[in-house]
């Protein structure tokens, strides 16, 4: 397993002198840091153990050093490497990050006979040697390497000093590409959360720690990226509630909320001319539930969407409460959701029987995940109305399932993230919520004329043996790449459904989303830098190559 780069500290015991008090100083500094982090990990892996019985529970993975301490290895003619660079030197790759101690780091090179290694303002030279860089975290510097006179330039650059830990575990060649993740170190306080983009080698390309909670979040096309702000209250009780729209460089340039109703943070699909779907929990009084064991006057949540424009116009909107009875719920989910009553902010309850999570345009089709239905829908955008179903309990308008799934008599339980690609490829996150199995991300090809969903396969992983919620499963490269809702793992699957890596974030990720592909590494490495801290790192060497043995 090759683990993603975490702070350093010292356990080397000194003698009583000066010097010695001084690094025993350092090492208390170091060691503190470290403890508060880990301390930090604590708390959040005990609040998501409390947060749910029905949990999986997280694993935080603090990292390590690279196991070499920094030595650059004997594979290739040239090469480079830092204490807890990430991931391993590869001749064909540009880009590293590493963990650096503020203002210093040293680089550790091999250049055999005919090959020069240019550590950022130091000159070019050859043999084993440490050169001293001196940036800041969130700065990077070059590598340059001439080897027989070809000459090809690397960018290393540092994480940010609280930069959350990972860990990559690569299975086999994965599918090319990045996504977006966002995670919340602590759930308690709107700190510790962060964006960030990895590739499909594991190593973090872009990132920016937003100021509130969020749920999710993902690079638009137009190069922007959209966060939804949080505030631990849920169901947009908090009148601050929005998606945040931020130029890749950090920059808010304006929050998009829906019009008359409170806005929810578990949607927001970009649409081609600009256009954003968005969804809300709102709340409707005095539902008679006793025909399913509740209340005869309580409030309930409806799901809504809108479709608005950038300055707010609503376009087209539809609600479940006009469209969706509530025998749509299964009655396995009844004794849940009446147990599980959410006060608005004056204090009245509401119950979430529909718990809207997604929404796809497809063609004259609005395509919703709808957790608490184990159910898909298909909504005729022009009437409103419920055009197809697939998963739950049967109806006249449930697609019947063709094929080999495994499940086809009950596919779907709390499902997210229904998407629509290759035409009429419909792929979901199955949860498989309380069916005593295992999730998965099913596909099945539409046909809506025949009323026939057929099955073309799944991607799964052994590891994951629940996910009590969230998740997401997305085209990715030629492959899929699947959030595990709950459980703290992101996999890659390549073109034959094969596992083909792992990466472990601190917390669970709602969703993995892949960036654009109008959004080039280029364009996130541009905004990196327009987020590098200040003073600039120094052109000039300051300390002397130490040479590691003959040159």
């Keep these: 397993m090759a683990e993603g780069p975490s702070p350093q500290d010292s356990s080397k015991k000194f003698r009583i002198s000066p010097l010695a008090i001084v690094a025993v100083l350092a090492a208390v500094v170091i060691g503190g840091a470290a403890g ?17 019985t029905a949990s999986a529970a997280v694993e935080v993975v603090t990292g390590q050093k690279v196991a070499n301490n920094g030595a650059p290895g004997n594979k290739y003619d040239a090469q480079f490497n830092t204490e807890s660079m990430f991931p391993t030197f590869s001749p064909d790759r540009h880009s590293y990050v590493t963990r650096c101690v503020p203002g210093k780091i040293r680089v550790q090179v091999k250049a055999n006979e005919g090959s020069t290694v240019k550590v950022g303002p130091y000159p070019p030279d050859t043999g084993r040697f440490v050169a001293e860089a001196r940036p800041l975290p969130g700065q990077d510097f070059n590598i340059v390497i001439d080897t027989n006179g070809k000459s090809q330039t690397y960018q290393v650059r540092c994480l940010a000093d609280d930069f959350p830990s990972w860990s990559y575990t690569r299975l086999s060649d994965p599918p090319k590409g990045m996504f977006f993740i966002s995670s919340a170190l602590s759930r308690r306080q709107p700190v510790g959360t962060w964006a960030i983009v990895f590739d499909q080698d594991g190593m973090p390309v872009w990132w920016f720690s937003p100021p509130t909670n969020t749920l999710g979040g993902q690079v638009l096309p137009d190069k922007t990226f959209q966060i939804p702000r949080g505030f631990g209250d849920g169901y947009g009780k908090d009148p601050r509630t929005g998606s945040e729209i931020r130029s890749l460089d950090g920059k808010f340039k304006r929050l998009v909320t829906m019009q008359g109703a409170p806005t929810d943070g578990h949607e927001y699909t970009y649409l081609p001319n600009g256009n954003a779907i ?11 539930l006793s025909s399913v064991g509740g209340p005869k006057d309580v409030g309930v949540y409806d ?3 809108q479709e608005i424009t950038p300055s707010g116009k609503i376009v087209w909107q539809w609600s479940s409460a006009d469209h969706v009875p509530l025998s749509a719920t299964p009655k396995r989910w009844w004794k849940k959701v009446l147990a599980n009553a959410h006060p608005d902010a004056n204090g009245d309850e509401f119950i979430d029987y529909f718990h809207l999570n ?16 184990d159910k898909v829908f298909g909504i ?9 179903t697939l998963g739950g309990d049967q109806n006249p308008k449930s697609l019947k399932i063709l094929g080999d799934d495994p499940h086809a008599d009950y596919p779907l339980s709390g499902n997210h993230d229904a998407r629509i690609s290759d035409g009429n490829l419909l792929s979901i996150h199955d949860n498989a919520t309380d069916l005593g199995r295992p999730p998965r991300a099913p596909r099945y090809r539409l046909d809506i004329k025949a009323g026939t969903a057929t099955y073309e396969g799944q991607v799964d992983d052994p590891q994951v043996k629940e996910s009590h919620c969230c998740g997401s499963a997305r085209p990715f490269g030629d492959g899929w790449i699947v959030s595990w809702g709950n459980t703290p793992l992101i996999d890659g699957f390549n073109s034959k459904d094969k596992l083909a890596f792992r990466l472990r974030p601190p917390i669970p990720a709602y969703r993995a989303v892949p960036v654009p592909k109008q959004v080039t590494t280029a364009d996130l490495n541009k905004a990196m830098d327009a987020m590098e801290n200040d003073p600039p790192m120094s052109k000039v060497p300051v300390n002397p190559i130490e040479h590691l043995g003959q040159k």
């Design 36 to 52: 508060a982090f880990a301390y930090r990990q604590h708390s959040v892996d005990k609040a998501d153990n409390a947060a749910s």
């Design 358 to 373: 997604s929404a796809e345009p497809w063609g004259k089709y609005i395509v919703i995940s709808t957790r608490h239905t």
């Design 380 to 388: 005729n955008k022009k009437t409103g109305e419920i055009a197809w």
């Design 303 to 305: 799901g809504e969407l």
């Design 278 to 288: 968005m969804n809300s929990y709102t709340p409707r009084k005095h539902v008679d």
